[in-house]
């Protein structure tokens, strides 16, 4: 752009002065200098678990995703350990968070399906669940999921996945997580 081509008039905009806190995107040092300020926030608490090895399941029964390791945990919010497996929200840190869920299931039926289920305080929430049919018999099918919830103090997320056909839920590609949204 040709600075010399721009006109812009006489306007002038007085911004008070900032102080850079989380609240403000624009600060001036009261002289007419402007810089951005700091965006603040973190998006934590925040985690993502995934299966240490492939897991095995039941036809069209929800089962508990093992989600033994840890990718990370800002907050160690999740936990991981037999019949557990649940992000719980830390003391203070109600509000809204965005969850995300990820399998495979290999050489499903034709017609058959899988469904990503998440579970808030032990129940099926219905809310973010993802459901996919194969369209032929031996096609491997992935499947992810995102959705929002607001949530309390001590409220807890599991991720259930159910399979009408296969063997195993891949480890590679089995994966759930989420974060705290700014602001909340």
């Keep these: ?14 911004l008070p002065t900032g102080d850079g806190s989380a609240n403000q995107f624009i600060k001036t040092d009261g002289s007419g200098t402007l810089s951005f300020a700091a965006a603040g926030g973190d998006l934590t608490p925040s985690f993502c678990a ?3 090895s492939n897991q095995s399941f039941t036809d069209d029964t929800a ?3 093992a989600l033994a390791t ?7 919010a999740f936990t991981n350990t037999a019949s557990n497996y649940k992000f719980t929200v830390p003391t203070g840190e109600g509000g ?15 017609g058959e399906e899988i469904q990503l289920l998440f579970y808030k305080n ?6 973010g669940n993802t459901r996919v049919w194969s369209a032929a018999s031996g096609v491997g099918v992935y499947i992810n999921a995102m959705f929002f919830k607001v949530l309390a103090e001590d409220d807890y997320m599991q991720l ?9 839920f891949d480890a590679s ?12």
């Design 63 to 65: 089962t508990l995703a």
């Design 70 to 76: 840890e990718l990370w945990d800002t907050d160690s």
């Design 173 to 184: 590609m089995t994966q759930f997580g989420g974060f705290k949204l700014l602001g909340t």
């Design 1 to 14: 752009i040709r600075t010399d081509a721009l006109d812009f008039g006489t306007t002038t905009m007085t």
């Design 96 to 110: 809204n968070y965005c969850f995300w869920a990820a399998t495979n299931i290999g050489a499903l039926g034709d």
């Design 160 to 168: 259930y996945i159910s399979a009408s056909d296969g063997n195993h």
């Design 122 to 127: 032990g129940s099926n929430d219905a809310v």
């Design 50 to 52: 995934k299966l240490s």
